[in-house]
């Protein structure tokens, strides 16, 4: 796994560091107006996106500024800059927020037709007619704690009913779906699985089971490696990096129906004038053989959207699950009214912890 000491991009990370004292985590490098440089706003890690930056820059000689964001942070920035944008790019986050942005106009139209992969892409992942470009695919996983399983007899859970049990009582964090998009990603697939109040009656029974609602997905991982909690749900591409460093982690994924999240590209709409090409190009890269290889290049686990580019080493693989049948764009409509229902039955985000 690629670390960030290894990251040589040296005259960028110095200018990065000194603006992102000015204005949080934002990393810039250059003269904005310059043409051979990119904005971006981004959900990903530092690691993950200097990383995929380092691959994009090398094989295009566009240098990237990026600010990492929330999902919701970076909605709110293209509703309040709309027409003005800081940025050209947003790199990564979940489908439905996308898909809001679209449907919001917040996001420029762009030409499938100049994308070498574009007819290559999964059509699961694919929403014809979308301004934004899905680019990579997540499954929910289970994880488990190998020493609190030994210790307590207990099998790894393998369905959701599973996590039903009493031997797993308050021994269950993950994601609360107001927060996150894991946690929206886990309650939305159960919704369209087994019908609204069924789910619901499920998430009233499952909620015993659960330690703490939190307000990061991919967090939870170190607190099941270090035995806080016995269980939990995350992103696969987050729990395996945390597997690699040595906690004792199991993953195993639900054999009724494995949620997965598909994350997108997007051209943003009234973004910096000079950088329009250079966006045209990150769109291109991502949708390229290269640019699709770099999760497993770069040693991520981040699943490709087109079935040639290469799977990370370790990286499940979505043909050996079984997918849930789940709709991003219905997930996306719908997805205010789910929250406000758990919030009103399940548990209110003011309960989450920011761990």
Excluded at 172 to 183: R, Y
Aim: one cysteine or more; charged letters at 30%; glycine letters at 8%.
């Amino acid at each position: 796994m690629m670390l960030k000491k290894s990251f040589i991009f040296v005259p960028v990370i110095c200018v990065l560091l000194l603006l992102g004292a000015c204005e949080g985590n934002e990393k810039s490098s250059g003269d904005k107006d310059s043409y051979d440089k990119l904005t971006m706003y981004t959900t990903l890690p530092e690691e993950n996106a200097e990383a995929y930056i380092k691959e994009f820059q090398k094989d295009t000689g566009i240098e990237v500024r990026y600010t990492r964001l929330s999902t919701g942070e970076i909605l709110s920035k293209l509703e309040s800059q709309k027409g003005h944008n800081d940025a050209s790019i947003w790199f990564a986050g979940p489908s439905d927020s996308f898909i809001i942005a679209d449907e919001k106009g917040l996001l420029e139209e762009y030409d499938p037709e100049v994308l070498g992969n574009y007819d290559e892409i999964y059509e699961n992942a694919l929403i014809e007619d979308a301004n934004w470009l899905p680019i990579y695919q997540g499954p929910i996983a289970f994880a488990s704690n190998e020493d609190w399983l030994e210790e307590n007899g207990i099998e790894a859970p393998t369905s959701w009913d599973d996590l039903l049990k009493p031997e797993f009582k308050d021994q269950i964090m993950l994601a609360h779906p107001a927060a996150s998009g894991t946690g929206y990603t886990f309650v939305s697939a159960l919704v369209q699985m087994m019908g609204e109040d069924e789910a619901f009656d499920y998430l009233k029974e499952f909620n015993k089971n659960v330690k703490q609602w939190t307000k990061s997905g991919s967090s939870n991982a170190q607190f099941i490696g270090i035995g806080e909690v016995g269980v939990g749900l995350a992103f696969a591409q987050d729990l395996l990096p945390v597997k690699e460093q040595g906690y004792n982690i199991k993953l195993t994924y639900p054999e009724d129906g494995v949620p997965v999240a598909v994350e997108g590209v997007a051209k943003i709409k009234g973004g910096p004038e000079k950088e329009n090409e250079n966006a045209k190009e990150f769109m291109k890269w991502i949708n390229s053989d290269e640019g699709q290889n770099v999760y497993a290049n770069t040693g991520f686990y981040h699943l490709p959207v087109i079935p040639d580019a290469k799977l990370p080493e370790g990286a499940p693989n979505l043909s050996e699950l079984n997918v849930a049948d789940t709709d991003d764009v219905w997930g996306s409509k719908h997805r205010e009214e789910i929250v406000n229902r758990f919030e009103k039955e399940v548990e209110s985000e003011d309960k989450a912890s920011d761990k």
